[in-house]
């Protein structure tokens, strides 16, 4: 069984930084991307950030120079360093990564999904 746990949301000023972690256990054969999405109120779910299992990185346009994500190998855990943060970041921040749990078989590889941390950013 795979479980992604996030921590570090909270509330922040306009300006402020937070950092974001997830930590991926369970059985865990390989994981091949990273990432974070968000979902403010009324909004779709867009990526924030991803690294690949070669360390590329890929960032949305509006997060560009202010969030850093860095990671996993080999604790399977991801950051996600937010920096001069703005009240359009206030979102519910999910932790997502693609994992083969068994190096035998493809059975359980997929998307996995955290519970999702708040991050609220007052002006």
């Known amino acids: 069984q795979v479980q992604l746990v996030e921590s570090g949301g909270g509330l922040v000023q306009a300006g402020g930084s937070l950092r974001l972690s997830c930590a991926a256990s369970g059985t865990i054969f390989a994981i091949y991307h990273m990432a974070w999405y968000r979902q403010a109120p009324e909004k779709q779910r867009e990526l924030v950030a991803l690294i690949s299992s070669g360390g590329s990185t890929k960032y949305a346009d509006s997060v560009k120079g202010r969030f850093t994500i860095s990671g996993y190998y080999p604790k399977n855990t991801v950051y996600l360093q937010m920096t001069s943060l703005k009240p359009e970041d206030t979102a519910v921040y999910y932790c997502?990564?693609?994992?083969?749990?068994?190096?035998?078989?493809?059975?359980?590889?997929?998307?996995?999904w955290g519970q999702g941390t708040q991050v609220t950013v007052s002006s």
């Open positions: 997502n990564a693609e994992i083969q749990p068994f190096d035998y078989t493809d059975y359980g590889r997929g998307d996995y």
